[in-house]
DNA sequence: ACGCTTGTTCGGTTTCAATTCGGAAAATTT
DNA sequence: AAATTTTCCGAATTGAAACCGAACAAGCGT
């Protein structure tokens, strides 16, 4: 940012500069947006992103940073209720805030993701990372029984990376050749009938 | 394209020119790629791309169809080995060829298919659904005991959509949380859990 | 009310990449 | 070997978008 906004004015400023990015790339996808059309969106002039920001990355930027604390803001304060459910439950819990919090805004942050798996999206997303890590370390926590399953780290990435992309790529598919619901239930059964499997498992031996 | 190439040369200039978009888009990435680049690393002068092209679009979309193709081509000869394994040395065999294939001259399809996730490559990519599909169905046909198993369509959607991101981004990251083979064996198991345990649920009814 | 700081605008400049075009060179045909 | 067709080229054109900066406007302390 070139320079701090001050007053109450150019603070509203910065943020309908931001808002009107998530417009544009939602509408148009990243390469095809203009400072033009952020300007216009936001109502303002072009010259005003440049006070702010010292080009149109920079705007990319600090979209991309408020796309991961807006994620993680959504589930922090989910992993408490989320945690106590059996493992089922708690899958399709989590599916369904996130389909939620991809779809409002008229599909604001879904648009976005869907250009965001090409972006350089890998500094940034760490934190978020951090937190799903965090919410199965303390799934495992208060279900002292799973915690012989091997793997964990595997099937977490396995599950955090596949299944993000898989609910991304249904919800964009305008003609998706199974319902969300049956995604979210295979999911849900994935993790579970692993757990169960492996725990079998290791009972046996 | 503009025109059909007819002499020998021509033909060669034409594959120069696809050769070239995928060396320049490994390297910076679709948006980022100009047509002067295209040419020189073809070493040919720009004019002659809009002899057999009408534009830079289509020059990505022949890529496109070529990349498709090459997969298809790679797995279409795998699948009556593969239909005859259990089901994770399947799996584990069917990765591991499709590592292969994506790190092959210099991780050329690796680098594209990063970014194909986010262009809109759907159209093309339709046929290959298909051929992972078939090899889906044939997998069960040879396996008559799992065609019990429930939610078939969803799990192949998890599995093909998940599976294939999870393998991208992780061949991808250069300082990736699990090795290739943790992967590689934890989507086998992933797999093959569950079709035990599905089975196991229809056995017990 | 007044001067100073901060904020905004708008037209202009610059940069840069896609595409065109006309002619030269190579291949093919007659 | 002349005529014709195909191929190749790269300077010139075009258009669009990023970015700048001088001038105007709004807030704010005194």
Redesign the pocket.
């Given at each position: 940012m070139a320079?701090?906004?001050?007053?109450?004015?150019?603070?509203?400023?910065?943020d309908a500069i931001v808002e009107a990015g998530f417009i544009a790339m939602a509408e148009r996808g990243p390469a095809?947006?203009?400072?033009?059309?952020i300007?216009d969106i936001a109502?303002?002039?072009?010259?005003?992103l440049?006070?702010?920001f010292?080009?149109?990355?920079e705007i990319f930027q600090v979209m991309s940073e408020r796309f991961v604390a807006d994620t993680i803001a959504m589930i922090q304060p989910l992993i408490p209720t989320i945690v106590r459910k059996p493992i089922k439950e708690a899958v399709l819990d989590l599916l369904g805030h996130f389909r939620d919090f991809l779809q409002a805004n008229n599909e604001r942050y879904l648009k976005c993701a869907r250009y965001a798996m090409a972006l350089d999206f890998e500094q940034h997303v760490e934190p978020l990372q951090k937190t799903l890590s965090e919410l199965v370390t303390q799934y495992l926590m208060h279900h002292p029984e799973t915690l012989k399953i091997r793997n964990i780290p595997t099937m977490s990435y396995i599950m955090i990376n596949g299944g993000i992309y898989s609910v991304v790529r249904h919800l964009c598919d305008p003609a998706p050749p199974i319902t969300f619901d049956e995604l979210a239930g295979g999911l849900a059964d994935m993790v579970s009938h692993y757990t169960e499997r492996e725990m079998a498992l290791v009972e046996s031996q």
């Open positions: 320079r701090k906004p001050v007053q109450q004015r150019a603070k509203a400023t910065v095809a947006t203009t400072t033009r059309q300007a109502g303002v002039g072009v010259g005003s440049y006070e702010y010292e080009n149109k990355e």
